[in-house]
């Protein structure tokens, strides 16, 4: 009798060892998080951060003719408005500082009294030689009238007196032309000094009122209403305490913020993809909720290397089809790149498919839910984006794949198709 109850009680324990691993199995696979295949639009995307940025900007510039004015230095900006305030046209935006004009103001100003000495001291030299050429010519027209007077009293002297009388004047005649030649030509040369010499004044004289004209525009005014925004330089932004070079002399700009681009640069491996005129769903950093639209504007043909990476990429200009008041140049943009639209595709999430190798084959399965232990079953897929795949055979709609593998059937043969 006891041993007949020993043997009822053992068979109890088995069968609620078995219906304990049913159900407590099964349960474990409930709990596993599962989505159903469904059919839906296929869409192959492109994602890359940016920048917002306006599509229209007028710079504002320093002087643009300082290299003409022999600055080749660079200009420190002494003092610049805080960024992001709304300016009036020709209201002040910055100074910059003169040190460097100043400096060439007194080198040039030392030239310019050194020219008006040069200027002084010709003026003298010449007056005395001009004085010594006239006092010449008055010398030898009395020689010439002595020579005159010479040979009318010699008309009673022999022949040979006479000749030689006559010949002194015609003498003392060439020397006072002679004299008198030279005479104008000392003028000429004296007025040629004169010229160069106050050429020299009326240089300096004038790069010193050019100068003093350039710094007068040392204060940098807006050209239009708008909202100052600063330009990147190197290190950082240009700021107060930044520089300019005369060759680039911009200092801030004043975007057009009713039509904005995002910038953004694209691997060389995506960048086949990319063409005017795509569809691109873009997100705002600073405001998750704000959803907006644009289309792809520019493609750059030629890669560059962006500062951080070996790796060539291609700038792509993003127009916003609208803009808000809450768009600011400098922004971060999350862009989404459309560039392929397939609809009515069976397609699963990325993290239901895993892969094995079968008969030297890589293969694709999923764990397909069926109510019990799930099925380990090979799919063929097709295209993918960065969250979902095509499933091109192997599931029909509906049917129920789970995104983690689980413990109950990992070591299951899968079921080829």
Known sequence: ?????????????????????????????????????????????????????????????????????????????????????????GDRVASLDPTLVNKRIQEFQVELDRAAATVSQTALDTALSMREARDGITNLKFQMEQKGLALQLSKYEPPATIRQAEIDLEKAERDLKQMQENYLLKNRQAASKMQQAAA????????????????????????????????NDYGGKKKTGSSIRPWDARLAMLPDLSSMLSKTYINEVDISKLKKDQKVNIGLDAF??????????????????????????????????????????????????????????????????????????????????NGGVPTKKEVKLGRSNDEAVIVEKGLEEGDEVLLAEPAAAKDHKVKRL
């Not at 007068?216 to 600063?230: D, T």
């Not at 792809?296 to 291609?314: D, H, L, Q, T, Y």
């Open 288 to 369: 998750p909720d704000v959803k907006l639209e644009g289309i792809v504007k520019s493609v750059a043909n030629i890669g560059e290397n962006r500062p951080g990476s070996n790796a060539k990429v291609f700038e792509v200009m993003i127009r916003l089809n609208k803009v808000d008041s809450i768009l600011k140049p400098g922004m971060t943009t999350a862009n989404n790149i459309l560039i392929n639209e397939i609809p009515n595709k069976l397609m699963i999430p990325l993290e239901a498919v895993f892969s094995s190798k079968e008969d030297g084959k890589d293969i694709s399965f999923v764990y397909l839910k």
């Open 1 to 89: 009798m006891f041993k007949k109850k020993w043997w009822l009680i053992a068979a109890l324990v088995i069968l609620a060892a078995i219906v304990a691993y049913v159900v407590l199995g099964n349960k474990a696979e409930d709990q596993g998080v599962s989505v159903k295949v469904a059919k839906s639009s296929f869409r192959d995307v492109v994602v890359s951060p940016g920048e917002l940025m306006a599509e229209n900007t007028e710079y504002i510039n320093g002087p643009s003719d300082m290299q003409s004015n022999q600055i080749y230095e660079d200009v420190k900006i002494q003092d610049m408005v805080p960024e992001g305030t709304f300016v009036k046209a």
């Open 200 to 231: 020299g004044v009326s240089r300096y004289q004038s790069l010193i009122n050019d100068l003093i004209d350039l710094r007068n525009r040392f204060e940098i005014k807006a050209p239009k209403n708008g909202l100052l925004v600063y330009i």
